[in-house]
């Protein structure tokens, strides 16, 4: 297992989503939970769906095997480039001048006079999406040269963007603030663009891509376009899971009580910090050895990364999720209650993380089992099991955001992660599971958490006392 890159790739991760805790530290100081800032979290909600859906899976989990086997890597490459490009560039021209349809497809719930405020911060939020395509794209090629790092801190650059504009204008109205944040989110996209056309330059990938524009009329790659297509699509299903269920619960949280958009978007912040450091990071930098490995038909390499990754996420996660639920509210205090983010949202932003971090450990190994469907082709397979998870969500979002508020929308979403991990094992194969969890580790693994649960209770407890 390539423990150097994971680490490397983690540390890049971690530095960008410390700087987007910062970054959501200032808005919950200068917006709160407030009005603003939901419309706000809306505007940035459908870029960010599609940024998570293709820089953390559909695109690279479709583009990578096939780039793989591609035989004009440099004209199958441009070819893609300038497909998506254009078709992201006509949809968002379709969204800068009719925002409302969309608007009111986000927040449902909303009144027509908010929906006409957030309108245009849909329609300036929307462009983000075109630039983190750039940003995929490029990613991509640099991670098939087994480069990750620019990749991994790049997002710091769009969280440093929007802390500058908050630092100029948090004082201003929440109007103006919220207006400022849409414009930085693009000038970050742009930076983002930057840093990996300067890496891809001094990987002298830039040749790949000017090579395939120059002989894009010369060779012939239409079949492995048509087999990109064949597992883009279901690439999408299969990796969106979370995001849908994501994006759906806030559209349902449009019904709720003001604030429960923000409540949502806060705890699902930190819930994200380690779900991207320990399982975004590991699935990343093996998937292109594993799609190489069972390329070569070496099966046995690919299922030793795997077993090897499956512990450390264990360990990893598990402990994240025991600290997570037992210390939700010292770590929701510490990062948010200050300005107009006060002791009664710190509570509700409580009660949503906990329900987050019960799906932590299923998410990330769902994600890491995953692998092996997507470097073995089988798209469609994780598709129809994401379909499982995302019906799974919907319906438990349904039946528990009266009753549990923000919180049951977040359990709802944990309840369709188990779903997703289980039957992801089950294609993988459960022979292959129970192997992996029979080795030594297990008794460690079985013999740690007790004791890491024992010391994290005594810790809040100690904790609790200090900050009440």
């Given amino acids: 297992m390539q423990l150097k890159s994971i680490f490397t790739n983690s540390f ?10 910062g970054r959501d530290v200032l808005m919950a100081s200068a917006l709160g939970a407030s009005v603003w800032s939901d419309m706000f979290f809306v505007a940035f909600k459908l870029p960010n769906l599609f940024r998570r859906i293709f820089a953390e899976g559909a695109f ?7 780039f793989i086997a591609s035989k004009h890597k440099g004209v199958f490459a441009t070819a893609i480039f300038l497909r998506f490009l254009l078709f992201l560039m006509a949809f968002s021209l379709v969204i800068t001048f009719f925002p409302e349809p969309i608007t009111k497809l986000l927040a449902w719930g909303w009144p027509s006079e908010q929906i006409a405020q957030t309108a245009p911060l849909i ?3 929307f462009w983000y999406l075109d630039l983190i395509f750039i940003v995929t794209f490029l990613a991509t090629l640099l991670q098939y040269k087994e480069h990750f790092a620019t990749t991994a801190m790049s997002t710091a650059l769009l969280n440093i963007s929007m802390i500058t504009a908050l630092w ?9 603030v919220a207006y400022a944040l849409s414009f930085a989110v693009l000038i970050g996209g742009g930076l983002q663009i930057l840093a990996h056309v300067i890496t891809l330059h001094n990987f002298k990938l830039d040749r790949l891509l000017v090579g395939g524009w120059k002989y894009r009329k010369e060779k012939d790659v239409e079949e492995e376009k048509k087999h990109f297509n064949s597992l883009f699509l279901p690439g999408i299903l299969g990796n969106s899971t979370p995001q849908i269920s994501a994006f759906i619960d806030t559209i349902l949280a449009t019904f709720l009580m003001t604030g429960s958009v923000s409540f949502l978007f806060y705890a699902n912040r930190v819930f994200q910090l380690p779900l991207a450091i320990i399982a975004i990071a590991t699935a990343t930098v093996l998937f292109p050895a594993v799609s190489k490995a069972l390329k070569n038909h070496q099966e046995e390499k690919a299922y030793e990364n795997l077993k090897q990754a499956f512990w450390l996420l264990s360990f990893l996660l598990g402990a994240s999720m025991i ?30 993380l906990r329900m987050y971090m019960i799906g932590l450990l299923p998410f ?4 890491l089992f995953s692998l092996f469907l997507y470097a073995s082709h089988r798209h469609r397979k994780a598709a129809k099991i994401a379909v499982y998870s995302l019906i799974t969500s919907v319906s438990f979002s349904l039946i528990l955001m009266h009753p549990m508020g923000a919180s049951g929308l977040a359990l709802a979403g944990s309840i369709g992660g ?13 022979d292959k599971f129970l192997l992996i969890v029979k080795a030594k580790q297990s008794l460690v693994f079985l013999a740690v958490m007790p004791v890491f ?8 407890e100690w904790v609790l006392t200090l900050i009440r």
Wanted: net charge negative; charged share 15%.
């Fill in 12 to 21: 890049g991760i971690l530095i960008s989503r410390f700087t987007g805790l």
């Fill in 60 to 66: 690279t989990q479709a583009f990578m095997p096939s």
């Fill in 123 to 125: 329609a300036i939020n």
């Fill in 168 to 176: 100029l204008y948090m004082k201003e109205d929440p109007q103006t």
């Fill in 323 to 352: 600290g997570g639920i037992i210390m939700a509210e010292p770590i929701v205090w510490l990062l948010f209650e200050r300005g107009k983010f006060t002791a009664v949202e710190t509570l509700q932003t409580v009660d949503v």
């Fill in 364 to 367: 990330g190994l769902a994600k």
């Fill in 418 to 430: 188990w779903v997703l991990f289980i039957f992801t094992v089950k294609e993988v194969g459960f």
């Fill in 453 to 460: 649960v024992v010391m994290i209770y005594f810790i809040n």
